[in-house]
């Protein structure tokens, strides 16, 4: 359900405000890629003068003559350092490049053959329909009678299973590189401690508000950490899980960003969006069906996604897959009950994979950020950034609960992950401004905090 700060606004409104802010948008990272451009530029070295390397003494000739189209092209052949004569070819010879192309043709041979070798022994070895024999002739070498009572009598033979542990190496470098990025960080971190009793005193001092959050900042390890491993209803915060599974697709080729989408009219639901007003059978690209999702907090455009995708089964064993304990999707939307849930470390371990390439890849990470940067609802976590600060985040509300969910970068350069969401008797309004008072306390104690150098040494290993 889309809240907004003074009034509500129509469909239209919407539409145009979304359209307004994605253009002012795609503005700003144009001239921040300029600037960046710009500055590498500048930030290279001048280029040094080699005599030996720029002296060339050509024929003199008219400009309309053939050899003078000829020495044009020659000047633009840089030549080899041991020619010192001045009449020396400028072209290299074709015998020397010729066998470089032949020695590179039968080094990426080998190296394909060796690739194919390699894939074929790993089929031949999943296919192979006698592992037990193997399994007893290892078994013979560490123990002679248990060889021989197997080789009497088959049917004492025990199956393979699956539930012993595999022998793992024990390094601590091992099971530094195995846990969780989040799990590391919380555990390597330092909680923030006096913030968390300020903010303790504000929820305790709002009767019947009950919030759950959880801050992290990465680069220097400091986080925030409020019953944010408690599931929690979810209201519209569902919808950045379905972004990433949406994106993961795109980047396995199942969907194409312009494949066009039908609106059913099962899918058609009330509450947040413009799509429901469209006639059924209207088609949408995939890319805009998202961005619906999204920029306005379209349930239809949600709807369509979740069918697009196989089904909240398959998005919840996705969701599990990714490590995720308390995202679950029960029902469509909108889910004014509240049964869909998530969890603010869920949603924080979430978000922190856009700044990384353990799900997606750099293009769709873009695109991700770049969807979320174009959400309408800005009257949460938003409302306690400086105006030099930018997030990328959704928000979501019902009844019950009211939440945001977003990935901010401050002006030096750092950034953190910010999941919150307050429990609350039927719409009360505290809890949105609960949410705000929270969002500046902790904007500016990560904003005033130096890099760790620990942390950053940490990071550079992931």
């Not at 990714?322 to 909108?334: A, Q």
């Not at 309408?376 to 969910?405: R, Y």
């Not at 306390?441 to 005033?448: D, E, H, I, N, V």
């Amino acid at each position: 359900m889309l809240q907004h700060a003074k009034r509500p606004l129509t469909s239209r409104q919407q539409r145009q405000l979304w359209q307004q802010r994605r253009r002012a948008h795609q503005a700003r990272r144009a001239m921040r890629k300029q600037q960046l451009l710009r500055q590498r530029v500048q930030a290279q070295p001048p280029r040094r003068a080699h005599p030996a390397r720029d002296r060339q003494v050509l024929p003199t000739t008219t400009p309309g003559s053939r050899s003078h189209s000829l020495n044009q092209r020659q000047r633009s052949v840089r030549p080899s350092p041991s020619v010192s004569s001045r009449s020396a070819p400028l072209r290299r010879p074709r015998r020397s490049s010729r066998r470089l192309s032949w020695f590179s043709y039968l080094a990426r041979l080998g190296i394909v053959g060796s690739g194919v070798a390699a894939i074929a022994g790993t089929i031949l070895t999943l296919l192979d329909p006698a592992p037990s024999s193997r399994q007893a002739a290892s078994s013979s070498l560490i123990s002679p009678a248990a060889s021989v009572s197997e080789t009497t009598s088959k049917q004492q033979v025990v199956p393979k299973t699956f539930d012993a542990q595999p022998e793992t190496p024990t390094s601590l470098f091992y099971r530094w590189s195995q846990e969780p990025r989040l799990t590391r960080l919380i555990r390597e971190g330092q909680e923030l401690t006096q913030i968390k009793q300020q903010i303790q005193q504000w929820s305790a001092a709002q009767t019947g508000l009950t919030p759950v959050m959880f801050f992290l900042n990465p680069e220097t390890g400091d986080y925030l950490n409020i019953q944010g491993e408690h599931s929690v209803s979810a209201a519209s915060t569902i919808k950045i899980p379905v972004l990433f599974a949406f994106l993961e697709d795109v980047d396995a080729g199942k969907i194409d960003l312009e494949e066009p989408l039908v609106m059913r009219k099962d899918l058609v639901a009330t509450e947040a969006g413009s799509m429901q007003y469209q006639p059924v059978g209207t088609q949408f690209s995939a890319l805009e069906t998202a961005e619906y999702m999204i920029a306005i907090s379209d349930n239809t455009a949600t709807n369509m996604l979740i069918d697009r995708l196989g089904g909240m089964d398959k998005l919840n064993q996705r969701f599990r897959s990714w490590g995720l304990k308390h995202t679950v999707l029960r029902n469509p939307l909108p889910d004014l009950e509240g049964t869909n849930t998530i969890s603010p470390q869920d949603m924080a371990a979430l978000m922190l994979k856009l700044t990384d390439d353990t799900l997606l890849s750099a293009a769709s990470r873009e695109q991700a950020v770049a969807i979320l940067q174009q959400t309408v609802t800005d009257t949460l976590l938003p409302q306690g950034l400086d105006n030099d600060a930018t997030i990328a985040h959704k928000t979501g509300d019902i009844g019950s609960v009211v939440g945001d969910i977003g990935l901010i970068e401050m002006p030096n350069g750092q950034h953190y992950v910010a999941a919150i969401l307050v429990q609350r008797p039927h719409n009360d309004p505290r809890a949105q401004e609960l949410i705000r008072k929270i969002s500046k306390l902790t904007y500016r104690t990560f904003r005033q905090a130096p890099p760790a150098s620990s942390a950053a040494s940490r990071e550079s290993g992931d």
